[in-house]
């Protein structure tokens, strides 16, 4: 790391210690629990220094309502430099998309405001239920467009727990939706988002697909990319792409106007400028070589953890996984995703409970977890790397309630974790652009 980099991040430091000693010890507290532990968490990942900077930068003071040219605030002209080269380098990531709103807040929001743009309130969605993989902003009950719009869900298949394209177009021939989403937060295979885009043109919906999770997959041709297909496409910027937290529309160009003006003024206010910032910093990083390796690293390793923990024994659902994730099915353990989250947790493994396709559990209880390699390929774990973290898992689930055990794992997963550290920079070499 640059010794400049260093130096500033050294004297912030020491500026939120003398003002905040609370705040400085519960950061320095989260840095630890960070370093020590594997992070199997599949929507997580570590940001470069050059992110975090970008994101903690001296752009959290301004307001800048409007759009980059069109503001209602005055002093904008380096957040318009900024916001056009985060959506400038986004559409050097997604060819094809026609027009890109780098501001939404987050992922959820990014798709409220395509939902805001093009349906009535009572219009229908057809989206994946939550409890079979999908989002809560793709219409749970409880969620803003499960009580705005008609929402109809489809699942995956019974037997292969995969998405059946001719079930989804007979569910969407009946209740003709006015917006299909395809897009998913736990569902390992490829999605086919040309067979959805037939769907949608079969029955006369428009075609959103929510790339959150996939989207750095998609960004380096590693999953087939939405963009021919859809009419939106929604992201977070936090996941696989290894950014800040955030959200972002791609769309056709006649949708354009209508986008933006959901976001702003429909859902919010200023737009979050230090993050856009940090956004365009992480495109950056995403437009390199490096970025391509880290995602097939990222493959690779899900891959080989799925293979590890199938040899021990586990039942992963679908049989095995094409992305970045893969869920666990503890029932022929006789356990819950509750129990193993909390015995992974105590042995310094960090993962979370997960509904799996017609889990008979309640949300807060689960018959699965989640596990994602974005962050453990981030450290530079390695496939081989891949059979340890199984075994660990193997070991804890074997005795869930034996603390004993979970320490013994802890003190190894410390030892091992503090070998891959956090990295500072993940350019090994120039940007291809
Ligand atoms: N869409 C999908 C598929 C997701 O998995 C998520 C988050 O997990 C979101 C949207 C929402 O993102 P956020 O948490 O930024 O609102």
């Known amino acids: 790391m640059d010794d400049t980099v260093q130096r500033d991040g050294q004297r912030a430091d020491a500026v939120l210690a003398a003002v905040d000693p609370a705040m400085a010890q519960i950061l320095a507290d989260e840095r630890r629990r960070q370093t020590e532990q594997i992070n199997l968490i599949a929507s997580e990942n570590t940001v470069s220094a050059a ?36 959506q400038q380098r986004a559409r050097e990531l997604f060819p094809g998309a026609e027009h890109v709103n780098v501001q939404p807040h987050s992922g959820s929001q990014a798709n409220q405001a395509v939902q805001l743009a093009v349906l009535e309130p009572g219009d229908t969605i057809l989206s994946m239920d939550l409890s079979q993989g999908g989002h809560l902003s793709h219409g749970h009950r409880l969620n803003l467009a499960g009580k705005l719009y008609r929402i109809v ?4 298949d019974r037997e292969t727990e995969r998405l059946d394209y001719d079930a989804i177009a007979e569910i ?25 885009a037939r769907i949608a043109e079969e029955v006369g919906a428009l075609l959103l697909a929510d790339i959150a999770h996939i989207a750095g997959l998609v960004a380096t041709g590693l999953h087939p990319s939405p963009l021919p297909h859809a009419d939106f496409v929604t992201t977070t910027t936090h996941k696989t792409l290894r950014g800040p937290r955030g959200g ?38 995403a437009l390199t070589e490096s970025f391509a390796r880290y995602q ?75 596990i994602g390699t ?23 689930l074997e005795a869930p309630e034996d603390t004993e055990r979970a320490e013994r794992v802890r003190a190894e997963v410390a030892r091992f974790a503090a070998a891959h550290p956090i990295a500072e920079s993940y350019l090994e070499e120039a940007p291809v652009s």
């Not at 081989?384 to 660990?392: F, G, L, P, T």
Request: charged share 25%; proline share 4%.
């Open 51 to 86: 992110v975090l900077r970008a994101s903690g930068s001296i752009f959290t003071n301004k307001y800048a309502e409007g759009y980059p040219g069109r503001r209602y605030y005055a002093g904008c002209e380096h957040v318009d430099r900024a916001e056009r080269l985060a």
């Open 153 to 156: 869900s489809y699942g995956v």
């Open 172 to 196: 969407a021939r009946r209740c003709r939706p006015k917006l299909i989403i395809a897009g998913a937060s736990a569902y390992s295979r490829v999605i086919d988002f040309a067979a959805f």
């Open 248 to 285: 972002m529309i791609l769309c056709r160009e006649k949708f354009a106007k209508a986008i933006d003006r959901a976001v702003m003024p429909g859902l919010q206010g200023g737009p979050l400028c230090h993050q856009i910032a940090a956004r365009a910093v992480a495109f950056r990083e």
């Open 296 to 370: 097939r690293r990222i493959v690779e390793t899900a891959a080989a953890l799925a293979a590890a923990l199938d040899r021990h024994g586990f039942r992963i659902v679908s049989g095995g996984t094409d992305n970045h994730l893969f869920l666990l099915d503890l029932r022929p353990r006789g356990l819950t995703g509750k129990v193993a989250e909390a015995a992974l947790e105590r042995a310094g493994i960090i993962c979370n409970k997960n509904l799996i396709p017609y889990d008979p559990e309640t949300p807060f209880v689960t018959s699965g977890i989640r």
């Open 374 to 396: 974005p962050t453990v390929a981030s450290r530079g774990m390695d496939v081989d790397d891949m059979q340890r973290i199984a075994d660990w898992i193997a070991t804890v």
